[in-house]
T-cell receptor
Framework: GAGVSQTPSNKVTEKGKYVELRCDPISGHTALYWYRQSLGQGPEFLIYFQGTGAADDSGLPNDRFFAVRPEGSVSTLKIQRTERGDSAVYLC??????????????FGNGTRLTVT | GDSVTQMEGPVTLSEEAFLTINCTYTATGYPSLFWYVQYPGEGLQLLLKATKADDKGSNKGFEATYRKETTSFHLEKGSVQVSDSAVYFCALINSGGSNYKLTFGKGTLLTVNP
């Protein structure tokens, strides 16, 4: 079956521009996660959705970052006034929900964002 | 806060060599421990896990044992193959905190040569 799909796979934007990154989770997965992976680092948690609502957005670095999941399926990560420090690979994952040690996360291939 | 420390890479081995990638952690409570693998051009995928002390996770010939006394979860494989070339991430979830939030190490790049 289809895995987690992220689009675009690569995005180059100029400093100060607005970007949207899309995630299509596995069908039937109620939990959705966004992580950010900077060069040479492991993925870092950004936000977690259970259904339509953001259950935990404590990892979003500042108020330029926002994510939505209006119908409980597709999610969009939105970054306003991009900065060069936002350059990273943005990973989306989904799961059946519940504790992550019982319900493994399935990751997409990521969107590589480059801010020039 | 919680943290995971992995051995620095890259690691380069010949086919059929023995592999160890060290991982230690710091966490309050009783974390669950994971190894994730990222093959070239693919997304992260769960390789194995252990949810309590002395548990051994295993998959595809890889093993790791949850050692609470040394706060470690080292990944081992007796005989690596070229197809094992990938980036390996150690990670934890702290059961005393958010049960959905993974904390990852920096990753270790493994290259296996024929």
């Amino acid at each position: 079956g289809a895995g987690v799909s992220q689009t675009p796979s690569n995005k180059v934007t100029e400093k100060g521009k607005y970007v949207e990154l899309r995630c299509d989770p596995i069908s039937g997965h109620t939990a959705l996660y966004w992580y950010r992976q900077s060069l040479g680092q492991g993925p870092e948690f950004l936000i977690y959705f259970q259904g339509t609502g953001a259950a935990d957005d404590s990892g979003l670095p500042n108020d330029r970052f926002f994510a939505v999941r209006p119908e409980g399926s597709v999610s969009t990560l939105k970054i306003q006034r991009t900065e060069r420090g936002d350059s990273a690979v943005y990973l989306c994952a989904s799961s059946l929900g519940g504790a992550a040690w019982d319900s493994p996360l399935h990751f997409g291939n990521g969107t590589r964002l480059t801010v020039t | 806060g919680d943290s995971v420390t992995q051995m620095e890479g890259p690691v380069t081995l010949s086919e059929e060599a023995f592999l160890t990638i060290n991982c230690t952690y710091t966490a309050t409570g009783y974390p669950s421990l994971f190894w994730y693998v990222q093959y070239p051009g693919e997304g992260l995928q769960l390789l194995l896990k252990a949810t309590k002390a002395d548990d051994k996770g295993s998959n595809k010939g890889f093993e790791a044992t949850y050692r609470k006394e040394t706060t470690s979860f080292h990944l081992e494989k007796g005989s690596v193959q070229v197809s094992d070339s990938a980036v390996y991430f150690c990670a934890l979830i702290n059961s005393g905190g958010s049960n959905y939030k993974l904390t990852f190490g920096k990753g270790t790049l493994l290259t296996v040569n024929p």
